[in-house]
């Protein structure tokens, strides 16, 4: 459990920097909710444990990788996200997932996602570029710990 706690310190840590180097680095774009807009395609990589809520069957730490697109409207809402993770070799896709988003002023927001018939909310923290054209993704989720990448793929 100490290296998982570790793990999430050093990786809020490091979007603390990074987000430093966003925000001092001199971009058009105003850090608003507003400003996340467009087709993005995600990555993330990371481990899953087994007290995860994707893959509820897991006994041992599994290392993982989720990928998907999601599209946000500028207005706090992602209008349609799919994904898919794997964790050694299960699978578990995400399809007509909504989302809700919001950008800080600190080129900061955070994304909470409905898996479609349950109960599950899964929540992100992100830290922008100044241009909106990428961010750092990293999962907050209970039961796994993943850092990735979102790309501006489509305005």
């Known amino acids: 459990m100490k290296t998982y706690i570790s793990l999430n310190n050093l990786a ?30 995600l ?14 069957g897991l006994t041992e730490e599994t290392p993982g990788t989720c990928a998907g697109i999601a599209i946000a409207n500028g207005k706090g809402t992602l209008t349609s996200f799919k994904g ?43 830290v922008f570029s100044p241009q909106f054209n990428e961010f750092y993704i990293l999962d907050l989720n209970e039961g796994s710990n993943f850092i990735g990448t979102g790309k501006l793929a489509k305005p």
């Open 84 to 126: 898919r993770c794997r964790a050694g070799n299960n699978s578990a896709e995400m399809i007509n997932t909504q989302g809700t988003y919001k950008v800080n002023s600190d080129c900061r927001g955070n994304v909470t996602l409905t898996i479609p018939n349950t109960t599950i909310k899964l929540q992100y923290f992100l």
């Open 43 to 56: 990555n993330q990589t990371g481990h899953f444990y087994p007290s995860n809520i994707l893959f509820p």
């Open 12 to 41: 809020i840590f490091m979007l603390g920097v990074f987000g430093l180097g966003f925000a001092s680095s001199g971009g058009a774009q105003t850090c608003e909710t507003a400003a996340l807009k467009g087709t993005y395609i």
